[in-house]
T-cell receptor, first 116, second 113 residues
Framework: EAGVAQSPRYKIIEKRQSVAFWCNPI?????LYWYQQILGQGPKLLIQ????????DSQLPKDRFSAERLKGVDSTLKIQPAKLEDSAVYLC??????????????FGEGSWLTVV | AQSVTQLGSHVSVSEGALVLLRCNYS??????LFWYVQYPNQGLQLLLK??????LVKGINGFEAEFKKSETSFHLTKPSAHMSDAAEYFC???????????FGKGTSLLVTP
């Protein structure tokens, strides 16, 4: 079974530039998550989708971050304009769905962003 | 909101020694608890999880954890450490009703020969 795919793996941009990350979840997984992991910290949830609807985006900095999952499968996370403090690993994850209690969340390998 | 606290950002053990990584949770509802491992430059991999039922949970690679409600703890153990166990370990609890996870800050495990 193919895992969660993310691209690009690595990106270096200057502050105030924009960047976009793409994620393809495991086939059949209705729920998709984007997490931000700053060096030395645990992952922090940015946004959670159920199919193409947003379940939780309470921790998403909406002035600069946006995410979409138009057809309920792939998702894109965009940062515009980037700040130095956005340097982090952006992890995409997926699971069957909230209806399955305690369901396992599977993570991709992450997209590493460095803002200079 | 549900949260976890991992005690000790770095733990060092000798190869063959007991591994004990500590996690305490705070939750207003019965928690679902998880341990994930992260190897360098990789994503997170599930080690084990507790949802309901048996409080002693066995996971992959010889790890296990025990849910203790009275102590609000979910500590991770392994009887004998291997060099390959060196990694970052994260405890997590369900964050919201949609079952997203709230992670602790992580514990870096170092295994010495």
């Amino acid at each position: 079974e193919a895992g969660v795919a993310q691209s690009p793996r690595y990106k270096i941009i200057e502050k105030r530039q924009s960047v976009a990350f793409w994620c393809n979840p495991i086939s059949g997984h209705a729920t998709l998550y984007w997490y931000q992991q700053i060096l030395g910290q645990g992952p922090k949830l940015l946004i959670q989708f159920q199919n193409n609807g947003v379940v939780d985006d309470s921790q998403l900095p909406k002035d600069r971050f946006s995410a979409e999952r138009l057809k309920g499968v792939d998702s894109t996370l965009k940062i515009q304009p980037a700040k130095l403090e956005d340097s982090a690993v952006y992890l995409c994850a997926s699971s069957l769905g909230p209806g399955v209690s305690g369901n396992t969340i599977y993570f991709g390998e992450g997209s590493w962003l460095t803002v200079v | 909101a549900q949260s976890v606290t991992q005690l000790g950002s770095h733990v060092s053990v000798s190869e063959g020694a007991l591994v004990l990584l500590r996690c305490n949770y705070s939750s207003s509802v019965p928690p679902y608890l998880f341990w994930y491992v992260q190897y360098p430059n990789q994503g997170l991999q599930l080690l084990l999880k507790y949802t309901t039922g048996a409080t002693l949970v066995k996971g992959i690679n010889g790890f296990e954890a025990e849910f203790k409600k009275s102590e609000t703890s979910f500590h991770l153990t392994k009887p004998s450490a291997h060099m390959s166990d060196a990694a970052e370990y994260f405890c997590a609890v369900n964050l919201n009703s949609g079952y997203a996870l709230n992670f602790g800050k992580g514990t870096s495990l170092l295994v010495t020969p």
